[in-house]
């Protein structure tokens, strides 16, 4: 944290230095939750989320982002909101794309704008499809597939992945 914290120290200092600052919008985000003892085990905790990293819990499918900066303002975007809706990883280039006026020639961009929802804080998207391919020490595994309509999930299978409440007892 104190190398990052350094890190976005440096960038906003020159942002400032080069008289960009008061348009930059600081995004921080991740695609998915922790990885916990189920994979790429790094010590993190998704609590009170089942799961993480290489699982369709919820501990494995959501995370934490927040947005700050000067640009929040001249965007429209609340400078103090908890935004409740359904949100895609894939959903940031078409919300970015939007939000600097960028038109995809003849591509389509995977997921949907959210700048409207992010203004209003209303859904955009009702669903998110999940699932997840695990590598693992002897075979392949397949967890899911899932889909995520509102604060319901389906989950279709018999597993949604290795999960530390599977695999470690608990005191």
């Not at 200092?13 to 600081?26: N, P």
């Not at 804080?121 to 999940?130: G, K, L, S």
């Amino acid at each position: 944290l104190t190398a990052a914290d350094e890190g976005i120290g440096n960038v906003t200092e020159a942002l400032k230095q080069a008289g960009i600052w008061d348009d930059t919008l600081v995004i921080f985000t991740t695609d998915n939750g922790g990885p916990t003892s189920t994979c790429a085990v790094q010590g993190s905790s998704n609590y009170p989320k089942r799961g993480g990293k290489c699982t369709i819990w919820e501990g494995g499918t959501t995370g934490d982002a927040f947005l700050s900066g000067p640009a929040l303002s001249k965007l429209g975007l609340p400078t103090s909101a908890r935004f409740p809706h359904l949100f895609h990883v894939v959903d940031w280039m078409p919300t970015l794309a939007e939000i600097v006026g960028a038109v995809p020639k003849n591509n389509k961009i995977d997921g949907k704008s959210q700048l409207t929802g992010l203004k209003q804080n209303i859904a955009i998207r009702d669903h998110v499809f999940v699932g997840y391919a695990y590598a693992g020490y002897s075979t392949n595994q397949w967890y899911g597939p899932a889909i995520r309509h509102g604060q319901w999930k389906l989950i279709q299978g018999t597993s949604a992945g290795p999960d530390e409440y599977d695999i470690a007892p608990h005191g």
